[in-house]
């Protein structure tokens, strides 16, 4: 891929994501995205979906949006405190916001890339009911209970009004945006069986 940071707003990775099932001459592909790997699918398949033969979508971004106050006073703020001044506690507050289970490889890792990477905190568009019409393709939707960022039953309903060929709509009513293992393991599951 070219070294350039792709538009969220024109659809960019999505079409990527095309060119990439393309170049690879992959075909009758299952796809599974968790939060902007769910909003680079929905855009792919939205785009060119002669490839796929089903998309998993687990707190895609794109669909809806949470309460912006919620998600600058308890995500956004807290993390750009921890990039500026390294204050432990953001971090935590931040990983507290996201996680389900508390994950010490996150915690490490994330307070070291969010050190040194540049966050792209441009707004996402959502997906079109004329996008989402679009995709014949067979699509599931996971989504969180406790997600900050794109509530859970908000998400399934609007998931339920666009989507024509929407296989299944799972609440994880407990899962914040990261899921913990249970509700990882219920998901594969269901990959699995479908």
């Known amino acids: 891929s070219s070294d350039r940071t792709m538009s969220k707003k024109r659809r960019e990775y999505g079409q990527w994501l095309v060119e990439v099932l393309d170049g690879l001459d992959l075909s009758g592909v299952k796809l599974v995205g968790f939060s ?7 855009q792919a398949l939205a785009t060119d979906a002669r490839r796929v033969e089903s998309a998993y979508l687990v707190a895609p971004a794109g669909v809806v949006a949470g309460n912006p106050f919620t998600g600058i006073f308890q995500l956004f703020l807290p993390m750009r405190r921890y990039m500026k001044r390294q204050d432990p506690k953001a971090l935590e507050k ?13 915690r490490q890792f994330l307070g070291t890339a969010l050190q040194h990477f540049k966050m792209d905190f441009s707004p996402i568009k959502n997906i079109t009911k004329a996008e989402a019409q679009r995709i014949q393709t067979p699509v599931h939707v996971f989504a969180g209970g406790e997600d900050l960022m794109f509530p859970g039953r908000k998400l399934l309903k609007r998931a339920r009004a666009l989507f024509p060929n ?11 945006h990261v899921q913990g293992r249970a509700d990882t393991d219920r998901i594969q599951e269901h990959i699995l069986s479908s």
Do not use: N, R
């Open 36 to 42: 902007l790997g769910g909003m680079c699918i929905w």
């Open 94 to 106: 931040v990983l507290h916001g996201l996680f389900t289970d508390e994950d010490p490889f996150a």
């Open 166 to 176: 929407l296989q299944s709509a799972v609440l994880l009513p407990d899962s914040k």
